[in-house]
């Protein structure tokens, strides 16, 4: 089965082809983080006229990439939640369209399950069952995942999750949008130990996570670093640097704890990390100390597909229309969506 896959959830439109026999063909993605970073985050209205003007010309990209067209196909997965409500309508309304046009069926696909399954394109993919950690701007999860479609979420976040942790701590600091990255760069001119950071409900049971306290610790520690320079209130390079690094390893450190109790609670011996978070070298490489203590396996998508992006919907849409799913005629978006609600296949 072939499938085009469209992801539109928030400011990246991502286009792609997936072959259940031939893997995946042809992907394109065009970010929209300089638009957005004049204005220190997503501004929803923005990012969905962006996905209108670049949809069609990346679609037109990926069927020339791959030497094929739209007669070659059997059938249209989108991102249908969860996300912002007008990104994803452009993309479910492009999608419907063309399936109707091409008589394909279409499916929408879970925005987090497709992040969940983006490990599985890589070379050896995790077999099931694993521990997930979901880690992105807008969600911290870990789920038991014993197959397509059965999930038990163990844990989330209550309040920020640990991308947007990151972003808003960056944007107390004056650094650019996305925040996450240059935090993580700073982190490396960090003096180690110099601030100590809480690592948040990590001294009571559970598996869920809370970063808005830690927000807040990073805005008093910013605070008090503070120096008055001609009326205007400035921090040192090398007080910013030592921040970052006490800020990223309070929440990789948070993030592998939870990760310890998951695995521990399920018996599993292999973990799946994705999400843009799942970009951090620090992260990755505290996760493979724990899986190697464990003599487990730690499995997460190459870089270009930890963020946003059309291939992981293509392949979460092809897994599901070969076991015969597809939407009826009712366009519908779910800007929030409980993954434990999915179907199994």
């Known amino acids: 089965m072939r499938v085009l896959g469209i992801e539109s959830s928030c400011d990246e439109t991502g286009i792609a082809l997936y072959d259940s026999e031939q893997g995946l063909l042809a992907h394109s993605l065009y970010s929209q983080v300089d638009m957005h970073a004049n204005y220190g985050g997503v501004v929803p209205e923005l990012a969905s006229r962006d996905h209108i003007r670049k949809a069609i010309p990346l679609i037109k990209q990926v069927f020339s990439d791959a030497q094929c067209d739209e007669q070659t196909l059997d059938g249209i997965a989108y991102t249908s939640g969860p996300g912002l409500a007008g990104a994803l309508l452009v993309g479910a309304c492009l999608a419907r369209s063309l399936a109707w046009t091409w008589q394909l069926p279409a499916l929408g696909v879970h925005h987090m399950e497709g992040h969940l399954l983006a490990p599985l394109l890589e070379d050896p993919a995790p077999e099931f069952p694993f521990v997930a950690l979901l880690v992105s701007g807008g969600h911290t999860q870990l789920v038991d995942v014993k197959g397509i479609g059965q ?4 844990g989330e976040s209550i309040d920020d999750a640990a991308g947007e942790a990151f972003d808003k701590t960056a944007k107390m600091m004056n650094l ?3 925040g996450g990255p240059h935090i993580a760069k700073l982190a490396q001119q960090g003096t180690e130990g110099r601030f ?3 690592r948040p409900m990590t001294d009571r049971p559970g598996l869920d996570f809370s970063f808005s306290g830690l927000k807040t610790f990073a805005r008093n520690t910013i605070i008090k670093c503070q120096q008055d320079r001609d009326g205007h209130k400035y921090v040192e390079q090398q007080d910013q640097a030592d921040i970052a690094r006490a800020f990223e390893q309070a929440v990789v450190d948070t993030l592998v704890i939870k990760c310890r109790r998951a695995l521990e609670q399920t018996g599993h011996k292999r973990l799946v990390i994705a999400g843009g ?11 493979h100390d724990l899986m190697n203590k464990k003599r487990g396996q730690v499995y997460y998508p190459r870089p270009e597909f930890c963020t946003d992006n059309g291939a992981m919907i293509a392949y979460a849409g092809c897994q599901r229309l070969m076991a015969g799913q597809k939407d009826g005629d009712e366009i519908r978006v779910f800007p929030r969506w409980p993954m434990d609600t999915l179907e199994a296949v």
């Open 277 to 287: 978070v799942s970009a951090n070298h620090y992260l990755r490489e505290r996760l």
């Open 196 to 198: 100590k950071f809480p």
């Open 151 to 154: 999930y038990t979420v163990l």
């Open 176 to 178: 650019p949008y996305p």
